[in-house]
């Protein structure tokens, strides 16, 4: 008997301050995920263990500083999109995320984009009447003070 299909799990604006290990194992096909609006503040890799599926995940307002560049390994075939707005970011994560076709980072205190950065994600979508060039692509950034 296989579980049917979870879609999307949202799970924002829950207080939720750390994600255990294997939280969210057996879940393999959940293909979106919202933590939003939580305070969470530190990702590893084994948060994410068993979610096979996971095409989209929103971590946008919430307290993460750094991303160490193995959090998101275990999504690295299937994620395209990463939302990590208003987090108290100041350089863009290093994920390894290669499929990435989506990345927002809107109102993060981001203070130095370095000509590397951006390589690291070659999947990234230009969006239609956006006038990013190629190095920004479908990255979204804003800052209070630009």
């Not at 979106?32 to 979610?51: P, Q, T, V």
């Not at 707005?85 to 927002?104: A, D, E, M, V, Y």
Request: glycine fraction near 4%.
């Amino acid at each position: 008997m296989t579980n049917p299909p979870i879609c999307p799990l949202d799970l924002r604006v829950n207080l939720i301050e750390n994600i255990s290990a294997y939280a969210f194992d057996g879940l393999a096909s959940l293909t979106r995920l919202s933590l939003a609006g939580n305070y969470i503040r530190h990702l590893e890799k084994d948060n994410w263990i068993g979610l096979d599926s996971l095409q989209e995940i929103d971590l946008g307002w919430n307290e993460i500083r750094d991303i160490p560049a193995d959090a998101f390994l275990p999504l690295a075939e299937n994620l395209t999109s990463l939302n990590l707005r208003h987090n108290p970011l100041k350089t863009i994560p290093s994920t390894g995320l290669k499929n990435l076709r989506s990345l927002f980072l809107s109102e993060c205190p981001l203070t130095e984009i370095g000509p590397e950065q951006l390589k690291n994600y070659p999947k990234l979508e230009v969006r239609p009447k956006c006038p990013l060039t190629e190095e920004t692509k479908a990255v979204t950034l804003s800052h209070p003070f630009l």
